[in-house]
């Protein structure tokens, strides 16, 4: 495997791109996931293609990154990061700082979007979800942004659990039916007083 490495507790991070051998099984995994989950709404074929909508370079340094948790051989957790440049989804009325984006809800400073959040099925409840996440926040602060944004669907509580566990703020009514929501945004400040950039 070529790419960057950084050792975590017995494990080792590495940069793929994302067209690596490596990467596919994560993404063939996260659509039979989210089909399990989803069955009446997406058919598993709809969803490997949602999976592969974002071109490699999205995901590739400068500006994002995909880094897999390789331990024993195989990867056992991963995730990746892309510049969010589109209108985020959300109340930013419910973010606690103000200026993450405009009013056409694009971002107003340099923002990661979190993507493909994975943990091999056979290796779940260890924590592994939490070292990426740190993982891609640590690499996205490198690369330069301030902020993070995400979104999870309404079928995944581990999921928005584990995000408000490690500081992101949900930008949605957590009493709402989250079904009706739809996806359910978040977002995490890595750096206090960053001011919004020049339009």
């Known amino acids: 495997m070529s790419?960057?490495?950084?050792v975590v507790a017995g494990a080792r991070f590495r940069s793929v791109p994302q067209h690596h051998p490596s990467v596919r099984p994560m993404l063939d995994e996260l659509a039979v996931e989210y089909a399990t989950r989803y069955a009446?709404?997406?058919?598993?074929a709809e969803l490997r293609?949602?999976?592969?909508r974002y071109p490699a370079h999205e995901f590739a340094p400068p500006r994002g990154e995909l880094v897999?948790?390789?331990e024993g051989g195989g990867a056992v957790a991963g995730g990746a990061f892309r510049r969010r440049s589109e209108p985020e989804?959300?109340?930013i009325a419910l973010s606690t700082r103000p200026g993450g984006r405009d009013d056409r809800g694009v971002p107003a400073v340099p923002t990661a979007e979190l993507k493909r959040i994975w943990t091999h099925s056979a290796h779940r409840r260890r924590g592994l979800a939490r070292r990426?996440?740190?993982?891609?926040?640590?690499?996205?602060l490198a690369a330069g942004y301030p902020r993070i944004y995400l979104t999870t669907g309404p079928r995944q509580p581990e999921a928005a659990a584990l995000y408000v566990a490690t500081g992101y703020t949900p930008l949605f009514d957590a009493t709402a039916d989250l079904e009706q929501l739809g996806h359910l945004p978040f977002e995490k400040w890595l750096v206090?007083?960053?001011?919004?950039?020049e339009s």
């Open 40 to 44: 009446d709404e997406f058919k598993i």
């Open 3 to 6: 790419g960057t490495s950084a």
């Open 49 to 52: 293609a949602e999976l592969g």
């Open 192 to 197: 206090p007083h960053v001011l919004p950039t």
């Open 132 to 140: 990426v996440l740190a993982e891609l926040e640590r690499r996205a």
């Open 89 to 91: 989804v959300g109340d």
């Open 68 to 70: 897999l948790l390789i």
